[in-house]
């Protein structure tokens, strides 16, 4: 038997040191971490589902999911078709899986993947290749419980004149990382949001790789952090320009609040730029909420709890965008809080 | 009524006294100004009122209409009608204004055990009001205070005193950063709110303000006290003469 634990990334890694996957796996003891994932995707129209070979890859998350899912489902959408209902992978909760999602030329998909499980190990390594002139939206959820150890890995390939505009809101758990790798292939324009609100003991990390290989792309990457109680928030950001990627315009922001003592933030942002003609920026900042705003707030009236809920959800809005439904969510979190 | 009486204030646990054995009793009905020289303590005096935190009161008392305000939270003083219009007005990015002080206007009729303002009324209200203040509707579309100017966050104090018609107003130096036209117009405001039942402090190191709002008596407040008191008339003096004498 194939002994999984030893070959999860620990915090002996670069990529990994603020998420010990290994030891946060051996603690939980997951029963099924070397489980398939069940994994049903419906065909529509303009849109097939087959098998397909795995393909392994980078690290042992990615070969766990080619080795021990039940097989890797590819989804493709056709050139030229635009899909205006979501592609909902909703619930994925245990186990191994790998899924290639390829929209053709000039077609179009969003895709939902909003997940909440109760415990266990989810490891999803999902891959979406966006030929020329073809659009992907992304929006991720997790909703989990606090025993949850969930590892998301979507590798983006985009090719000339693609768009990709992702949208990501986790509410942590033992340990959740979600990772965007993304291959810029062409000219292409790249919208990143996120944000973590953790509470308790909950582990949330972001992590996101730009890779630049061709000139003239645009990305916009933000996140939004806010942590409490024992949490602890990682984002890990990078931009590797490489010497064609002239005329690259990315920018790059992590903001996150700290409203305990007892809370952790870890950010790495990074720029690795090899092109000379570029425009590429990143921020970070770790704050805590403006007791100056706070004060007017409350003198206008509004009470203490309701006063931090309404400039954290502004905090947040600002940097993760104003889709409604993330924005209930973020709402009903903070009225846990209060 | 609000009745202090011989408050003293500190900073840094104690090691610097700000207001120092401070009494003035301002009855209903009566609008009174506080004049000073630069770090008199004039805004202190008005965050103690409202309990903003890093002043510890060390002596004197406190009243608002026979209550005690310095047993409250900041929120509950507000309820009680007590407003300030801040020297230095704050922004707060992602709040819209509306939404911000329907908010606060609901915030305060629950804790008065009143029912919420319909949004309708709601509306209607923030139109006029936004009118008579010559502001535009952008203005109160965009998130509080975001990029205003100076003299547009003081009018948008002003703006939101006149939605929560408060029944005690301090304006802590609302003259500052107004034109002649934006000073008519705040003092327009404020006239209008003079009322039997609400009471006033105005706070200002010029007499500009008291031109246009006249009032029932003046106070020179320096090192933390009120070193003098008068009418009128009184504003006219310290414009001419200075604060020398109260140093
Ligand atoms: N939080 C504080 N910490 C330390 N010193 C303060 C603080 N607030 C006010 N002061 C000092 O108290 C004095 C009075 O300040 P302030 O009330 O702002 O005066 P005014 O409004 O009359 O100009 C000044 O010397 C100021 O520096
Ligand atoms: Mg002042």
Redesign the interface.
């Known amino acids: 038997m194939f002994d999984v634990v030893t070959h999860l990334p620990h915090r002996g890694l670069e990529e990994w040191k603020w998420s010990d996957l290994k030891s946060t796996v051996e603690a939980q003891k997951p029963d099924d971490l070397s489980q398939p994932m069940q994994v049903d995707i419906a065909a529509r129209d303009g849109l097939t589902v087959t098998h397909t070979e795995p393909t392994d890859g980078l690290d042992a998350m990615t070969n766990m999911a080619a080795i021990l899912s039940s097989g890797t489902l590819t989804v493709r959408v056709p050139d030229d078709v635009r899909h205006e209902q979501p592609l909902k992978l909703t619930d994925l909760r245990s186990g191994n899986a790998q899924i290639v999602i390829e929209i053709g030329k000039d077609a179009s998909l969003s895709v939902e993947e909003h997940h909440s499980a109760d415990a266990g190990f989810v490891n999803l390594d999902v891959r979406y290749i966006v030929r020329e002139g073809a659009s992907l939206t992304r929006s991720v959820v997790t909703q989990d419980g606090a025993d949850v150890i969930r590892h998301v890995r979507a590798s983006v390939t985009l090719w000339a004149d693609a768009t990709f505009k992702q949208t990501q809101l986790t509410f942590g758990s033992a340990l959740t990382r979600l990772e965007t790798r993304v291959a810029c292939m062409g000219k292409v324009s790249v919208e990143m949001s996120g944000a973590y609100l953790l509470s308790d003991k909950r582990h949330a990390d972001i992590t996101n790789y730009i890779d630049f290989a061709t000139p003239g792309s645009t990305v916009r990457d933000a996140v939004a952090g806010v942590v409490t109680d024992k949490a602890r928030g990682v984002f890990q950001g990078k931009f590797n320009v490489r010497r064609p990627a002239q005329q690259t315009d990315a920018v790059m922001r992590h903001d996150a609040l700290m409203l305990s003592d007892t809370a952790k933030i870890n950010a790495k942002p990074e720029l690795e730029i090899y092109a000379d003609d570029v425009l590429c920026e990143h921020g970070n900042t770790i704050g805590q909420l ?4 706070m ?10 709890a ?1 006063a931090r809920a ?2 954290i ?3 947040v ?2 940097r993760l965008g104003e889709d409604e439904a993330m924005v209930a969510l973020v709402r009903d979190w903070l009225d846990g809080q209060s | 009524m609000l009745k202090i009486t011989n408050l003293t204030a500190t900073v840094d646990d104690g090691a610097k006294i700000i207001l120092n054995g401070l009494s003035l009793t301002v009855p209903k009905g009566e609008v009174h100004a506080i004049m000073g020289p630069n770090g008199a303590g004039k805004s202190t005096l008005s965050y103690v009122l ?4 890093g002043y510890d009161v060390t002596d004197g008392t406190v009243t608002l209409n026979g209550e005690d305000l310095l047993e409250m ?3 509950e ?3 009680k009608g007590l ?2 219009s ?1 020297q230095y ?7 819209p204004t509306l939404t ?2 329907r ?3 609901n ?2 009729l629950k ?1 008065r055990g009143e029912g919420p303002i319909s949004a309708p009324d709601f509306m209607k209200k923030a139109r006029a009001i936004g009118k008579q203040l010559k502001m535009t509707p952008e203005m109160l579309r965009r ?1 509080l205070n975001v990029g205003f100017s100076g003299g547009e966050k003081k009018r948008m104090e002003i703006f ?1 005193m006149m939605m ?1 018609e408060p029944s005690f107003l301090v304006m802590d130096e609302t003259d500052s950063g107004l034109d002649v036209d934006a000073l008519r117009i705040v003092a327009d405001g404020v006239n209008a709110l003079r009322s039997p039942d609400r009471g006033m402090l105005i706070i200002t190191h010029y007499q500009r303000l008291l031109d246009y709002i006249v009032p029932d008596a003046v106070h020179v407040l320096s090192g933390g006290q009120i070193k003098a008191s008068g009418g009128a008339d009184l504003a006219k003096t310290l414009e001419k003469e200075g604060y020398d004498a109260y140093v």
């Open positions: 403006d007791e100056q705003a004060f007017y707030m409350r003198q206008r009236g509004i009470p203490k309701q309404l400039l959800e502004a905090f809005v600002a | 409202t309990g903003r935190d939270e900041p929120e003083r507000a309820a407003f300030l801040f007005p704050l922004e707060i990015p992602g709040v911000f002080l908010t606060a206007m915030a305060q804790a998130p939101q929560l």
